[in-house]
């Protein structure tokens, strides 16, 4: 089983729906939790980082740990087409980077 | 300027070649990664540094080697190319481990294509 399990989709919803992107892990080690987006034919960039259960809300995303459950969520409120994107999931503090496989998203006008 | 640049962008090669990738970073950062990025498998470590003196294997370092030059410059070689190679490859940096620190800053990527 690897560390952590991302459905890589691809996820396709239309302009100004509510998307909800998911991971699982099993290290209780990791402490902390970030969201990286990467658009086509460019690197990943950190979108969203969060210390502890609970939830973070930046704009219009929220990043939501469940610790007990070790559930990670990214909601996006009033999607747009510039989202269409992959986004990783990526639990830190564990020695080596750690990253999901991506889920691919698709919002169309 | 981007924080971390990669070279070359896009390389076309035949099997059997040796190649070189190129990784620099004004981040001021130790630690600096490689990884390939396959469609369905997402981001594999291939080696890590935490410093100039320091090298380490990741997940899938066979048929890889890498070479830190400097704090800021860390390349990955193919010493003998083969078809199931290509892929897209990153370099990344971070900062000290235990945070927001450890932020993954990544470069634009090469795509590399084995023939």
């Known amino acids: 089983q690897k560390e952590v399990e991302q459905d890589p989709g691809p996820l396709s919803v239309p302009e100004g729906a509510i998307v909800s992107l998911n991971c699982t892990y099993s290290n209780s080690a990791f402490q902390y939790f970030m969201w990286y987006r990467q658009y086509s034919r460019k690197g990943p960039e950190l979108l969203m980082y969060t210390y502890s259960s609970g939830n973070k809300e930046d704009g219009r995303f929220t990043a939501q740990v469940d610790k007990s459950s070790k559930y990670i969520s990214l909601f996006i409120r009033d999607s747009q087409p510039s989202d269409s994107a992959t986004y990783l999931c990526a639990p830190g503090g564990s020695y080596i980077p750690t990253f999901g496989r991506g889920t691919s998203l698709i919002v169309h006008p | 300027d981007a924080d971390v640049t990669q070279t070359p962008r896009n390389r076309i090669t035949k099997t059997g070649k040796r190649i070189m990738l190129e990784c620099s970073q004004t981040k001021g950062h130790d630690r600096m990664y490689w990884y390939r990025q396959d469609p369905g498998l997402g981001l594999r470590l291939i080696y890590y540094s935490f410093d100039v003196k320091d090298i380490n294997k990741g997940e899938i370092s066979d048929g890889y080697s890498v070479s830190r030059q400097a704090q800021a410059k860390f390349s990955l070689s193919l010493e003998s190319a083969i078809p199931n190679q290509t892929a897209l490859y990153f370099c990344?940096?971070?900062?000290?481990?235990?945070?927001?620190?450890?932020?993954?800053?990544f470069g634009p990527g090469t795509r590399l294509t084995v023939l």
């Open positions: 990344a940096t971070s900062g000290y481990s235990g945070g927001q620190e450890d932020t993954q800053y």
